[in-house]
């Protein structure tokens, strides 16, 4: 089975820590100290969270500030619209901002997330008529029984 891990750099550890966990995320102690923190979406699904200085290490490019440029926006996925609702709700709370509207397209419904580092997430959900037979198939269903 593949395992993601998803290296996210932050200028403040402690704030990054409380900020996914707030999201409902564990950290796992094993592969955390103080350069940083493994973040626990799922058992095949991590974030580590790296203290800028630490993640220089890994490139000799230079690390863009997130609040500035976007390279990367990470999206997961949701089981409902409302659990989309829910996590957004969680990371406003714990410091994050919503860069932009939330998108409707019938099919899919998504919100943006940016932690307090600037590093994007978005959270969406799918109908399952969308995930099996792809957006296209159900805007013709649609538009067939409109």
């Not at 402690?14 to 973040?39: H, Q, V, W």
């Not at 659990?83 to 998108?103: F, S």
């Amino acid at each position: 089975m593949t395992k993601v891990f998803v290296n996210l750099p932050t200028t403040d550890l402690e704030r990054s820590k409380a900020f996914y966990t707030a999201l409902g995320c564990d950290i796992n102690p094993d592969f955390t100290d103080e350069n940083g923190a493994c973040i626990v979406w799922s058992d095949d699904i991590f974030f580590m969270v790296l203290k800028r200085e630490f993640f220089r290490t890994f490139t000799d490019k230079p690390i863009a500030d997130p609040n500035e440029s976007l390279q990367v926006s990470v999206a997961l996925s949701r089981d409902s619209r409302e659990e989309v609702d829910e996590i957004l709700a969680k990371g406003l709370a714990a410091g994050g901002a919503e860069p932009k509207p939330a998108q409707d397209y019938g099919f899919m419904y998504s919100r943006d997330l940016d932690d307090p580092d600037g590093n994007s997430l978005g959270f969406l959900f799918m109908t399952p008529e969308a995930v099996e037979n792809g957006p296209e198939h159900v805007a013709e269903h649609s538009a067939a029984s409109a």
